[in-house]
Structure formats: C-alpha cells, structure tokens
C-alpha cells in the first residue's frame, strides 16, 4: 500500500509565492514520474507538473516561468515552488506518482490566490 500526503498549500495574494510538497510512504520500490494536478471549481483535472525519475520536466503552458517541480528521489518527495501566483492558479493540487503500472494520489491541498 502506498500513501501520498500533500502539504503546503493556503491562501496567498495575488503575486504571492507557496511551496508545495507530496511525500510518498509505504511499500516502494521505485517510483517512476511524479505530477502535480489541479482541480479548479467546476473543471476537470489538469496536469500541472510532472518530473521524470531521472529529472526531465514538463509544464502546463500556463505555468511555464512560473512554476517549478522538483524531486528527492532518497525522500520519495516531490515539490511544487509556486511563483508569481494568479487568480487562475486557485484550485485543489493533487500529487501523482507513478509505481509499476499503477498510479496513486494524494488526498490534494487547497491552494486560493486572492486578487
């Protein structure tokens, strides 16, 4: 059984910077890439981040300069440095990772950015 458990998220002006985290526990082996989703009020899912074991990253084009992921492959973490924040970037964010051929997530953290 694996478990994910996202931290970092809040309240934040607009401009304003979070840092988000997602540690990973339980029986692991490996784990192959890592995502942040979001979730905003009445819209699907979205890839937000996600990194590669061996660090290669992409980005939703709305976050590009903006965002950065990262990964301690030792700590089984993934984070998430938020800057510049919008309005637009308000959203539960959830954390991805990928085990063998199976995927789990994280419960999500609360991210508002206020105007």
């Known amino acids: 059984q694996v478990q994910l458990v996202e931290s970092g998220g809040g309240l934040v002006q607009a401009g304003g910077s979070l840092r988000l985290s997602c540690a990973a526990s339980?029986?692991?082996?490996?784990?192959?890439?890592m995502g942040w989703y979001r979730q905003a009020p009445g819209k699907q899912r979205q890839l937000v981040a996600r990194?590669?074991?061996?660090?290669?990253?992409n980005y939703a084009d709305s976050v590009k300069g903006r965002f950065t992921i990262s990964r301690d492959n030792a700590k089984n973490t993934v984070y998430l440095q938020m800057n510049s924040l919008k309005s637009e970037d308000t959203g539960l964010y959830y954390c991805k990772a990928e085990i063998v051929l199976n995927e789990y997530w994280g419960q999500g953290t609360q991210v508002t950015v206020s105007s």
């Open positions: 990194i590669s074991r061996s660090g290669i990253t």
């Open positions: 339980g029986t692991i082996v490996s784990i192959n890439g």
